[in-house]
């Protein structure tokens, strides 16, 4: 059920040593060198925890019963936590708003990262970017309204241009005159990079869009590169592997849990999709790509900062001492979550304690078949139980 998330290949050369210039200055921005104190009063270890959201906390729009509780616990005992999720679609306070009413339980801006969170120093990059992802034209609204981009296009506007684009698409009029800008002109200014931000709405429109964008000619939609050619052109897969503009994705879930019975597809599946269609275009090339998100190790870096520098803002003594990084701010971090294949392997990765629950994605059939990588510390039935062995170790039990 499960697959093993490889390192993406890299962007072409400068578009890569640029973007990641910037997404590390995104991770520096959370480093603080303020000292981290002693353990909470009653505990002999300093210890913090990582949640993954969906199959942890909440499952569709319901909490699950023991999340409050545990959070609650967390902040009693003044134990700093962080929630960490491959989710996203809205803007971060939009999101910390409704998790906050629905687990009952307060929760910081500070504490919250999502899946295109680590995306917002590319605004300085990119002036017209194509977002994907998300119910209506929330997306858009966060790229340019709290990340910065100078415009960013959605589906719809170019939908509503010329709906034979994808003649099959599942907008209605109505949506079409609220969400899609109406002059939206594709030969008048590019495309200067396709950021995924969240799981596509209308999957059949979105893959033929970013595909026409990935292979146009300078990013102007409605054309075609030619270079790329036919599937008989001229074109070698290594010239065609680089498309005509970067493509970043803000997470590789394959799989993610909901209330149905059986994990449904998430953004790692648009991925899929795009790369095997822009293959069956481009004589096999592998498209070029930037993935970010669990489990790979800059989004656990970025939290491992945020986790610090909450830590620093609200639970640190006065009386520490020397900056703290990631082996010696606490004597365990814990990251609690329900996916082998991210929240579990990007853990592991990272040397943090790996506490896998039954409430999501994973059950224990599936656990035979995980490689080395993705089997986690510990196995719990739900997250309480997770806190509760947490809060165990730092008692010295």
Same mark, same amino acid.
Not at 119 to 136: C, E, Q
């Given at each position: 059920?499960?697959?093993?998330?490889? #390192?993406?290949?890299?962007?072409?050369?400068?578009?890569a040593?640029?973007?990641?210039?910037?997404?590390?200055?995104?991770?520096?921005?959370?480093?603080?060198?303020?000292?981290?104190?002693?353990?909470?009063?009653? @505990?002999?270890?300093?210890?913090?925890?990582?949640?993954?959201i969906? !199959?942890?906390?909440?499952r569709?729009?319901?909490?699950?019963?023991?999340?409050?509780?545990?959070?609650?616990?967390?902040?009693?005992?003044?134990?700093?936590w962080i929630?960490?999720?491959?989710?996203?679609?809205?803007?971060?306070?939009?999101?910390?708003?409704?998790l906050?009413?629905?687990?009952?339980?307060?929760?910081?801006?500070?504490?919250?990262?999502?899946?295109?969170?680590? @995306?917002?120093?590319?605004?300085?990059?990119?002036?017209?970017?194509?977002?994907?992802?998300g119910?209506?034209?929330?997306?858009?609204?966060?790229?340019?309204?709290?990340?910065?981009?100078?415009e960013?296009?959605i589906?719809?506007?170019?939908? +509503?241009?010329?709906?034979?684009?994808?003649?099959?698409?599942r907008?209605?009029?109505?949506?079409?005159?609220?969400?899609a800008?109406p002059?939206?002109?594709?030969?008048?200014?590019?495309?200067?990079?396709?950021?995924?931000?969240?799981?596509?709405?209308?999957? !059949?429109?979105?893959?033929?869009?970013?595909?026409?964008?990935?292979?146009?000619?300078?990013?102007?939609? *409605?054309t075609?590169?030619?270079a790329?050619?036919?599937?008989?052109?001229?074109?070698?897969?290594?010239?065609?592997?680089?498309?005509?503009v970067?493509?970043?994705?803000? $997470?590789?879930?394959?799989?993610?849990?909901?209330?149905?019975?059986?994990?449904?597809?998430?953004? *790692?599946?648009?991925?899929v999709a795009?790369?095997?269609?822009?293959?069956?275009?481009?004589?096999?090339?592998?498209?070029?790509?930037?993935?970010?998100?669990?489990?790979?190790?800059?989004?656990?870096d970025?939290?491992?900062?945020?986790?610090?520098?909450?830590?620093?803002?609200?639970?640190a003594?006065s $009386?520490?001492?020397?900056?703290?990084? #990631?082996?010696?701010?606490?004597?365990?971090?814990?990251m609690?979550?329900?996916?082998p294949a991210?929240?579990i392997?990007?853990? $592991?990765?990272? !040397?943090w304690?790996?506490?896998?629950? +039954?409430?999501?994605?994973?059950?224990d059939?599936?656990?035979?078949? @995980?490689? #080395?990588?993705?089997?986690?510390?510990?196995?719990f039935?739900?997250?309480?139980?997770?806190?509760?062995? *947490?809060?165990?170790?730092?008692?010295?039990?």
């Amino acid at each position: 059920m499960f697959r093993t998330i490889l #390192k993406p290949a890299p962007l072409p050369t400068q578009a890569a040593a640029h973007a990641r210039v910037l997404l590390s200055h995104s991770l520096r921005a959370h480093h603080s060198s303020a000292p981290l104190g002693a353990p909470a009063e009653g @505990l002999q270890k300093r210890i913090a925890f990582t949640f993954d959201i969906d !199959g942890v906390l909440i499952r569709g729009p319901h909490a699950l019963p023991h999340a409050a509780p545990a959070l609650q616990q967390l902040d009693r005992h003044n134990i700093p936590w962080i929630l960490l999720t491959n989710g996203g679609g809205r803007s971060e306070q939009d999101r910390v708003d409704g998790l906050s009413a629905l687990l009952k339980t307060p929760i910081h801006r500070d504490q919250f990262i999502q899946s295109h969170t680590p @995306l917002k120093p590319l605004a300085s990059k990119y002036k017209r970017v194509l977002v994907i992802g998300g119910d209506g034209d929330r997306c858009r609204h966060v790229a340019e309204d709290v990340y910065g981009f100078s415009e960013a296009v959605i589906t719809a506007d170019i939908v +509503r241009a010329n709906p034979s684009v994808w003649p099959f698409h599942r907008y209605t009029t109505s949506e079409l005159e609220t969400i899609a800008r109406p002059h939206f002109q594709p030969d008048q200014s590019p495309i200067d990079a396709v950021l995924v931000f969240n799981d596509p709405r209308d999957m !059949g429109a979105d893959l033929q869009i970013v595909i026409d964008v990935l292979l146009s000619e300078g990013g102007h939609v *409605g054309t075609r590169r030619a270079a790329v050619g036919t599937p008989n052109g001229p074109a070698t897969p290594a010239e065609a592997a680089t498309p005509s503009v970067p493509i970043f994705f803000s $997470n590789d879930d394959l799989l993610w849990a909901n209330p149905y019975p059986v994990p449904r597809f998430g953004q *790692g599946a648009f991925r899929v999709a795009v790369e095997a269609l822009y293959a069956q275009l481009t004589r096999g090339a592998h498209l070029e790509s930037t993935i970010i998100g669990k489990p790979h190790r800059f989004t656990y870096d970025y939290a491992n900062r945020v986790l610090l520098e909450w830590t620093q803002k609200t639970h640190a003594a006065s $009386n520490g001492n020397g900056a703290a990084d #990631k082996m010696t701010a606490f004597d365990k971090v814990f990251m609690v979550g329900d996916n082998p294949a991210s929240d579990i392997t990007g853990a $592991n990765a990272y !040397g943090w304690d790996s506490l896998l629950v +039954r409430t999501g994605v994973f059950h224990d059939e599936d656990l035979p078949g @995980l490689p #080395k990588e993705a089997r986690p510390t510990h196995i719990f039935d739900h997250v309480g139980d997770a806190v509760q062995h *947490g809060i165990s170790y730092a008692m010295g039990k």
